[in-house]
């Protein structure tokens, strides 16, 4: 019983702080990514209204850095700190978690990041300037999950995230007038017909880029292309 009191009461040490803050930075942004990918819809490429895609854009972000700054709002544990088994904690009260509130002034403070990490790194009590106003601590979680646990979780939202954007962008590319345009000429282009013996399909994702303004832009895609022989 000692030793768990005692463990519950460790403090996080600098590394573990910075790389969960970190990991927490690298989800959050890859999840407000998708959220724009999929505000926008796999049609993006073709708008000619870019007026409508900056609101849209700026309406996402909002909510994004709003889940941003309340990441650690559920136990005083974001993802980052999942994975790095810490927690955040009132100062004067280390079993209680800080209300919501106090998440956020805490989290808000890191819009000015290089110099909350100038304060954290040499504070003494490894404490910045948002555990400072909100009278928070950031502690060592007796109760983490099993290390091969957390790496997998991480591993995994990794994964998550680079399939999405790969196949979002590769719908996005095959939505496109662009893609569509290319396609038409290629099914009638008599030397690629003669050489694949037929066309009976095209490679799963084209590679490539369009860039699309006022209606008008440019197009490098490279499809491959499936035929009978």
Not at 8 to 22: D, G, M, Q
Not at 58 to 75: C, N, R
Request: proline share 3%; hydrophobic share 45%.
């Amino acid at each position: 019983m000692t030793e768990q009191t005692e463990l519950a009461f460790t403090k996080s040490s600098r590394k573990r702080r910075i790389a969960a803050f970190l990991i927490d930075h690298c989800v959050m942004t890859f999840l407000m990514v998708s959220m724009i990918f999929v505000a926008l819809g796999p049609n993006f490429m073709d708008e000619n209204n870019p007026i409508k895609i900056t609101i849209t854009i700026l309406l996402v972000m909002t909510f994004g850095f709003f889940l941003y700054f309340a990441k650690d709002s559920i136990k005083g544990i974001s993802v980052g700190r999942w994975v790095m088994g810490i927690m955040v904690r009132e100062e004067t009260n280390q079993n209680s978690t800080p209300s919501f509130g106090k998440m956020i002034i805490r989290n808000l403070y890191l819009i000015i990041w290089p110099v909350e990490f100038i304060v954290f790194a040499t504070n003494e009590d490894k404490k910045r300037l948002g555990d400072k106003a909100s009278k928070t601590v950031v502690l060592r979680n007796p109760n983490k999950p099993k290390r091969i646990q957390r790496i997998l979780v991480l591993v995994c939202i990794g994964i998550g995230f680079v399939g999405f954007v790969y196949l979002f962008a590769g719908s996005a590319m095959k939505n496109s007038d662009a893609y569509k345009v290319a396609i038409q000429n290629l099914e009638i282009n008599s030397d690629i017909i003669t050489e694949t013996g037929g066309i009976t399909g095209y490679g799963m994702m084209p590679s490539g880029g369009v860039s699309v303004k006022n209606g008008q832009g440019e197009a490098e895609l490279h499809i491959t292309v499936l035929g009978k022989t």
